[in-house]
């Protein structure tokens, strides 16, 4: 199983290099099932196998010029912010389970699980599909762009904190439907978000891991990163429009795979 684990490392770091984003919707199950990891503590190792795989690449996408870093940094900082207020205060406050009816229950992880899928559908649909023909998004004032930049980051770390995700399918659509920036560009931006967020998640668990399998760890992330280089040598010969879809049409099959999972359980 082992060797599998491998082989769908490398499709993750791919993942991660063509479109900027699923890393974790892939590394989590790798690690669970394949490496039989313990949920838990696959939350914490991917944090780590994603946050170090997206750093590389967004410093090789820096390097050509393709990473916006004040949008990034201005979506980043609020994002941050709205991860530790929903870690810290929405999850711990939600019951489980949510709700009970006779021998029915509703549980906290089904919730969340649930609300993952749902949004991967949602962002997916908002990627795939075409804007009609002379339809112009309104032009904001600089100061005004800001803070709606902010506001989505705030919005976007917020959910993603309650899903446990690196957020790279919100981010992207973001970044791309809602501010206007051209999918490579987008992907160059998301990797740097995703890298520092899950980079500052790991550090804030490792109190709660005395005990990393480091040799695990940097062997996944290893060729992660050999993926994640195939990905964006792949990703040259890939129209805009086309890796746009291609992300689009990737989320909507794992969100689509989630919630059929999810309401089986119910």
Do not use: C, N
């Not at 190792?45 to 390097?63: D, E, N, P, Q, R």
């Not at 709205?82 to 939600?94: D, E, H, K, Q």
């Amino acid at each position: 199983m082992e060797i599998l684990g491998y082989v769908a490392s490398i499709f993750m770091g791919l993942s991660l290099g063509m479109i900027g984003g699923g890393g974790s919707i892939l590394t989590v199950p790798i690690l669970v099932y394949l490496f039989q990891t313990h949920p838990v503590t696959a939350t914490a190792y991917s944090l780590f196998i994603v946050g170090s795989t997206a750093l590389v690449g967004g410093l090789s996408y820096l390097k050509k010029g393709e990473v916006d870093l004040k949008t990034g940094f201005i979506f980043a900082v609020p994002s941050f912010i709205g991860v530790y207020l929903t870690r810290a205060f929405v999850v711990p406050a939600l019951p489980d389970p949510v709700f009970s009816i006779d021998s029915f229950v509703f549980s906290k992880p089904l919730l969340i699980m649930l609300v993952f899928a749902v949004l991967m559908v949602a962002a997916s649909v908002s990627m795939i599909r075409t804007k009609k023909a002379g339809a112009k998004k309104a032009e904001l004032s600089p100061t005004a762009k800001v803070v709606f930049i902010g506001l989505e980051g705030l919005i976007v770390g917020g959910v993603t904190g309650f899903v446990g995700a690196g957020g790279g399918f919100l981010i992207i659509p973001a970044l791309v439907v809602l501010v206007g920036m051209p999918m490579k560009l987008a992907v160059g931006t998301s990797l740097f978000i995703i890298a520092a967020k899950s980079l500052i998640g790991f550090l804030g668990d490792l109190q709660h891991h005395a005990q990393i399998e480091w040799s695990l760890l940097t062997s996944i992330t290893g060729i992660a990163v050999v993926g994640l280089f195939l990905g964006m040598y792949f990703s040259k010969s890939v129209s805009e429009k086309g890796l746009k879809k291609g992300f689009g049409y990737f989320v909507l099959i794992m969100g689509a795979f989630i919630l059929f999972d999810q309401i089986k359980r119910l």
